[in-house]
C-alpha cells in the first residue's frame, strides 16, 4: 500500500521557471512533512519542511503548500536554476513514530 | 558538528559474497536508519535501531541484517549477495525523543559483480 504518492516523476523547467511538485498522503496521522533534495551520488539532505499547523512555509526561494483537507502538500522552486538540478523526495513521518515514508521522487532539470 | 558519517564510499563484491557497511550516526542522535537506493529507484527502509536494539525492518530477507553498538554507530551486513542489490545504501540519523527530522549520510555504493 503506497501511503505518499509523488507527481511529476520527471519535471524539465527553464531557468527562471517556477517548478511544482506533489505529493498526496492518506494517514491523517502524519504530522510532519519534510522535502529533500538528492544529487546524484550524494545522499538526501533535508529541504524544506512543514506542520499541518500552518498551510505555507518558506525558505528562499523554496515554498511548501499544504493542504490538509486535501491531505496534500507540495514545493514550489521560485526562480529555479539550473543548480536546482536534483532529484527531490517528499516524506511523511508521524511524531514519536519511528515510520519515515517517502514518495517515489521528482527528477528535476532546469534548463540553462 | 559532524553529520553522519558511512563507510566505504565504494565497494565491490562478487555475487555470493558478504558485504559489511558501517555508519556513524550524529553526535548525540541514538536512531539509526538503514535504506536502500537501488539504480534508479527510491528510498525502500531497510532497518530501524534505536538504543542498541533493532525496531523494525523493512520487507527485505533475513539475509539483511545488522546492529547498533553502544556508541549508536551501526553496521549493516548483508549475505549472499545478489546483482539486483547494487545500489547506494543510505544511513541516516534521528534524535529519539524530539527530533523528527532524520538527517542523511552520503551513502555507500554497493557494486555486486
Known amino acids: 500500500q503506497q501511503q505518499v504518492k509523488q507527481s511529476p516523476q520527471s519535471l524539465i523547467v527553464q531557468k527562471g521557471g517556477i517548478s511544482i511538485i506533489n505529493c498526496a498522503y492518506e494517514?491523517?496521522?502524519?504530522?510532519?512533512f519534510p522535502w529533500y533534495q538528492q544529487f546524484p551520488g550524494k545522499g538526501p539532505a533535508l529541504l524544506i519542511a512543514?506542520?499541518?499547523?500552518?498551510s505555507e512555509k518558506k525558505e528562499g526561494r523554496f515554498t511548501i503548500s499544504f493542504n490538509k483537507s486535501a491531505k496534500q502538500f507540495s514545493l514550489h522552486i521560485m526562480d529555479s536554476q539550473p543548480g536546482d538540478s536534483a532529484t527531490y523526495f517528499c516524506?511523511?513521518?508521524?511524531?514519536?513514530?519511528?515510520?519515515?515514508?517517502f514518495g517515489t521522487g521528482t527528477r528535476l532539470k532546469v534548463l540553462a | 558538528e559532524a553529520g553522519v558519517t558511512q563507510s566505504p564510499t565504494h565497494l565491490i563484491k562478487t555475487r555470493g559474497q558478504q558485504a559489511t557497511l558501517r555508519c556513524s550516526p550524529i553526535?548525540?542522535?541514538?536512531?539509526v536508519y538503514w535504506y536502500q537506493q537501488a539504480l534508479g529507484l527510491g528510498l525502500q527502509f531497510l532497518l530501524w535501531?534505536?538504543?542498541?536494539?533493532?525496531?523494525n525492518r523493512g520487507n527485505f530477507p533475513p539475509r539483511f541484517s545488522g546492529r547498533q553498538f553502544p556508541n549508536y554507530s551501526s553496521e549493516l551486513n548483508v549475505n549472499a549477495l545478489d546483482l539486483e542489490e547494487s545500489g547506494l545504501y543510505l544511513c541516516?540519523?534521528?534524535?529519539?525523543?524530539?527530533?523528527?527530522?532524520?538527517?542523511f549520510g552520503e551513502g555507500s555504493w554497493l557494486t555486486v559483480v
Open positions: 541516516a540519523s534521528r534524535l529519539r525523543v524530539s527530533g523528527n527530522t532524520i538527517y
Open positions: 494517514n491523517t496521522a502524519f504530522d510532519y
Open positions: 512543514i506542520r499541518p499547523d500552518v
Open positions: 516524506a511523511v513521518t508521524t511524531s514519536g513514530t519511528y515510520k519515515y515514508i
Open positions: 553526535s548525540g542522535h541514538t536512531s
Open positions: 535501531y534505536d538504543e542498541g536494539e533493532e525496531r
